[in-house]
């Protein structure tokens, strides 16, 4: 956290509001630009950018929601939540992102949506996965928690899917200690998320006296709005995200040029047409738990970060994991090394020379 969001923040914190009002306003604007989308829609966390952006793709209950298991929980609780049932596509274990062609096997009558989550940043088949939602009337819902940054043919990831859904959770790129952000390619999809993050009302409606609770409510929505304490720190923490960016992709360009022609540490695939923001910089390795012993003696923190979600009860156990190859593959030798802007010279040095040791040893 930058010392300079310490003014900004008294004086929101002292302004005499600190519900949703004009530092979330001006947090929307700025952030819109920065993505360069009409607008964008903050809430209280990714999770809740996840379950609007569900609602309003209209699944329920009975409704299926293919997606990748290798993620975190949350992109999945809330289709749950909402009553709907998971379908899980394979990925591509040089990616960790899902696969579209498993994905078009996947659909069926039933199904309401597909999530795409950017794994570590890396943009998904974005061009097939939406030529296949949008022939047979499904919405494409990103999960770009890790992908505020990222770049698919040219654009920033938010100006692509039906629902681009964003974290700034306490470790994200850009974080509001908790918060996250819709993107809605409808305009009518941006107006209704508006309302349903404050339980379906209209936040700036005033009727003929002071009370705006005085309006109809047809659809009941969430208390998922964002505040402007968390937008206040999100605004001064986007003077530091083309700076913090540039460095995570830094880094990972570093790693990706020591790496070259390793054979037990692998970075995974890069395509011309994308870039990743790096919040991940994910290595296979079959010797896993060896690299994450070695590297843990030599200082450095290593995680496998997510863990395949169809091993949980809540989502369905999945019965034959064997006919998700991909996921099979890519759980077992998956792990991340640090890559964020906290990484200075001296620390990549570091890094690299425990890489070398490491490959030198096997
Ligand atoms: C892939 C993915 N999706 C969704 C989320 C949820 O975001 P939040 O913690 O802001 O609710 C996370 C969070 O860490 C995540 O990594």
Redesign the pocket.
């Given at each position: 956290m930058p010392d300079s969001v310490m003014p900004a923040l008294q004086q929101t914190l002292f302004s005499g509001y600190i519900g949703e009002g004009p530092r979330v306003a001006q947090f929307e604007r700025a952030l819109a630009d920065w993505l360069a989308v009409p607008d964008v829609v903050t809430v209280n966390?990714?999770?809740?950018?996840?379950h609007l952006a569900l609602h309003l793709a209209g699944v329920g209950p009975g409704d299926e929601v293919i997606s990748s298991p290798q993620?975190?929980v949350?992109?999945h609780t809330p289709v749950v939540a909402l009553g709907g049932r998971m379908v899980w596509a394979d990925i591509d274990p040089w990616t960790g992102n899902i696969s579209a062609a498993d994905v078009a096997a996947k659909c069926s009558e039933r199904t309401k949506a597909i999530i795409a989550?950017h794994?570590g940043g890396y943009p998904c088949d974005l061009a097939e996965l939406a030529a296949i939602a949008h022939t047979r009337g499904i919405a494409l819902i990103e999960?770009a928690?890790?992908a505020l940054g990222s770049r698919y043919q040219g654009l920033r990831i938010g100006a692509h899917g039906d629902f681009v859904?964003f974290?700034?959770?306490?470790?994200?790129l850009l974080t509001t200690v908790?918060?996250?952000a819709l993107v809605c390619k409808s305009r009518e999809m941006d107006a209704r998320a508006r309302r349903l993050r404050w339980f379906g009302l209209d936040r700036h409606y005033m009727a003929n006296d002071e009370c705006r609770w005085d309006q109809d409510l047809d659809e009941a929505g969430y208390k998922f709005h964002m505040n402007d304490v968390a937008a206040t720190i999100g605004l001064e923490q986007l003077n530091y995200l083309d700076a913090n960016l540039a460095r995570h992709q830094a880094n990972a360009a570093h790693f990706d040029a020591a790496l070259h022609g390793f054979r037990h540490i692998r970075p995974l695939l890069r395509s011309p047409d994308r870039s990743s923001a790096h919040w991940l910089y994910t290595v296979r390795v079959k010797q896993r738990q060896a690299f994450f012993e070695h590297m843990r003696d030599a200082g450095i923190a290593c995680s496998r970060?997510?863990v395949r979600n169809d091993r949980y009860r809540a989502f369905g156990i999945n019965a034959d994991e064997s006919a998700l190859s991909g996921v099979a593959r890519f759980d077992a030798e998956q792990i991340s090394i640090p890559c964020g802007w906290w990484i200075g010279d001296a620390e990549r040095r570091q890094i690299v020379q425990a890489l070398q040791q490491f490959e030198a040893v096997l």
């Open positions: 966390s990714g999770t809740s950018a996840l993620t975190c949350a992109t989550v794994w999960d928690a890790h859904c974290s700034f959770q306490a470790i994200k908790d918060g996250g970060v997510h």
